[in-house]
């Protein structure tokens, strides 16, 4: 199921090839502006769908890969914050257990003739 389109004054930034995203596997990174702050965020895919997120935890505002690029726990069915241990649903962001409260910050993401593009959206910004 392809992601759906954000709205058209979303601002359409190319992010990767669709074959960069493998479900469950390493995520890609990429830099924004949220706020106002340089922040890190990562793409990934999930059962056939790319998502990303800030790469920022719900329950302490702390980058969340265990290394470089994995997000995945052992299973491929939750996110996981390397730190405290907060869950994820890789779909929505949504916190699943552990110390979360909230979610992920979630960043529009589509897919177009085999390229991965993040939209940005006030608060997200691109750096350029």
Not at 23 to 30: M, S
Not at 81 to 107: E, S
């Amino acid at each position: 199921m392809p992601a759906a389109m954000p709205e058209a004054s979303a601002q359409a930034i190319a992010l990767c090839n669709s074959q960069h995203l493998l479900d469950g596997g390493e995520a890609v990174p990429f830099d924004v502006q949220y706020a106002g702050q340089t922040c890190r965020a990562f793409a990934i895919r999930f059962e056939g769908v790319a998502h990303a997120y800030l790469n920022r935890c719900a329950h302490v505002a702390m980058e969340m890969d265990w290394q470089p690029n994995r997000f995945f726990d052992d299973t491929g069915q939750w996110l996981l914050c390397a730190t405290h241990g907060a869950a994820y649903q890789p779909a929505t962001g949504a916190c699943a257990g552990g110390p979360c409260t909230g979610g992920l910050v979630k960043i529009a993401l589509s897919e177009q003739a085999g390229v991965v593009y993040w939209h940005a959206q006030h608060p997200l910004q691109p750096l350029f």
